[in-house]
Antibody
């Protein structure tokens, strides 16, 4: 089955670091970019950027550049999204999605809920 | 960045109704426009790409149209499972951007 499976929900304190993951299966992982999308509580979708698993080339949205980092572990067909210092405003659901390098997000992970609270 | 504006923000309708929602881009994007459906607690699902191409498995009651800056998503006969939030997305350039969503509710 072609799918993206994300890591579980996280509860963190402001200032802490975090890495969440997105594992692809059932398809050739390097062939499709992975996009990350944020959805804050009760709000719309925000594209954070994307990474090419074949060479780890990244394309960050200016709104997220410098605050998050995308990475790839090709050996386990997994993409990661990480923060070095979380803020309360990072509280949101985060989705990974398969992107055929044309922005069309046909396959989505189930989402990872991140709660940042003191 | 290209701004995407959806209207209305929310819409109430009966099962069987025909509804149309719109999405406007802040600049011309050709037909680089996708529509997604999102149900509560679920990830979005791609319905339409290229402004009017229905994805496999999507009912023919859904249709999309438009080009340039103005786009529409029409559901010709609402079914109970269609009540959800609908998001438009431009893929003309990066950063990719979404509209704020239209929430379709049962009247």
């Amino acid at each position: 089955e072609v799918q993206l499976v994300q890591s579980g929900a996280e509860v963190k304190k402001p200032g802490e670091s975090l890495r969440i993951s997105c594992k692809g299966s059932g398809y050739t992982f390097p062939s499709y970019w992975i996009s990350w999308v944020r959805q804050m509580p009760g709000k719309g979708l925000e594209w954070m950027g994307r990474i090419d698993p074949s060479d780890s080339y990244t394309d960050y949205s200016p709104s997220f550049q410098g605050h998050v980092t995308f990475s790839i572990d090709e050996s386990v067909s997994s993409a990661s999204l990480q923060w070095s210092s979380l803020k309360a405003s990072d509280t949101a659901m985060y989705y990974c999605a398969r992107d055929a390098n044309n922005g069309k997000l046909l396959l989505w992970g189930q989402g990872t809920l991140v709660i940042v609270s003191s | 960045d290209i701004q995407m504006t959806q209207s209305p923000s929310s819409l109430s309708a009966f099962v069987g109704d025909r509804v149309t929602m719109t999405c406007r881009a802040s600049q011309s994007i050709g037909t680089y426009l996708n529509w997604y459906q999102q149900k509560p607690g679920k990830a979005p699902k791609l319905l339409i790409s290229g402004a009017s191409s229905l994805q496999s498995g999507v009912p023919s009651t859904f249709s999309g149209g438009g080009s340039g800056t103005d786009f529409t998503l029409t559901i010709s006969s609402l079914q109970p499972e269609d009540f959800a939030i609908y998001h438009c997305q431009q893929t003309y350039n990066t950063p990719l951007t979404f509209g704020q969503g239209t929430k379709l509710e049962i009247k």
